[in-house]
């Protein structure tokens, strides 16, 4: 069973959980599933659904009543998890903003018949779980070496320098097509983009503001909803990310 973290403090107002519950802005730490751990078992997936479905509106509310309904399963997945479970309705497409969960749609379309809803709440969660294990696994796979060290005696520093820069531009262009594939480039897709490079500069110790901003500088607005970016473009991210950050254009025929 999964260790339950103390609920949010009661003077938390309204506008502080939407903010605080936000996937888009969660920091790394709180989103890594090495960090936050999570069992799951049969016995949990009854108990999660018992929970749930007494909380599903009746059939036929209107949008206000769907909204306050999927806020309070957040607050409860949250509660019972930890923040990294608030984005388990951050789904594909336009009615969930460009994210990757498929189980869960618009809440319009998502919430019905209480036990279906419940069940679907469910696997969207499992679903997000899936890819926040899926990203922690990319991140060490692209992370540059800890050997890249300018401190050695024999280190040129240019030369660690242009090195690093080969491993982020690698990285930022593999995460970028990763996203791309998975959102199929749809509405919003370039805010999971820009979530999921932040997250990985954190993984590598930046912090999340200054991995934030430089990920900011590299896209450019050069990403737009329902537009596949052309390779060269993706390419593109990737140099002024690594270069912005490293002060070195990558090596080029590696």
Request: hydrophobic residues 40%; glycine residues 6%; negative net charge.
């Amino acid at each position: 069973m999964p260790a339950h973290p103390p609920r949010l403090r009661r003077n938390t107002t309204d506008a502080d959980h939407q903010l605080t519950l936000n996937a888009r802005l969660l920091p790394w730490s709180a989103a890594d599933p090495d960090s936050n751990a999570f069992a799951w078992s049969e016995e949990e997936h009854a108990t999660v659904v018992t929970l749930i479905a007494p909380m599903v509106p009746p059939v036929g509310v209107d949008r206000r009543a769907q909204s306050r309904f999927v806020a309070e399963v957040t607050r409860l997945l949250v509660a019972r998890y930890g923040r990294w479970a608030c984005g388990w309705h951050w789904s594909y497409g336009e009615g969930g903003g460009g994210g990757v969960v498929t189980s869960w749609c618009c809440d319009a379309d998502s919430v019905g018949e209480a036990v279906p809803t419940a069940a679907a709440v469910v696997a969207s969660l499992l679903e997000w779980r899936d890819w926040l294990e899926e990203l922690a696994d990319r991140f060490k796979q692209l992370a540059p070496p800890d050997d890249l060290d300018t401190s050695a005696p024999d280190a040129d520093p240019r030369t660690v320098a242009a090195d690093r820069s080969w491993h982020v531009e690698r990285a930022a262009t593999r995460l970028v097509t990763v996203v791309m594939d998975r959102t199929g480039a749809e509405c919003a897709w370039y805010t999971l983009c820009r979530t999921v490079l932040t997250w990985f500069l954190s993984s590598t110790g930046m912090t999340a503001e200054q991995a934030d901003a430089a990920v900011e500088r590299a896209i450019g607005g050069r990403f737009e909803s329902w537009t596949t970016p052309a390779p060269t473009v993706v390419t593109t991210v990737g140099e002024d990310l690594a270069t912005d950050l490293t002060g070195e254009p990558s090596y080029r025929d590696r």
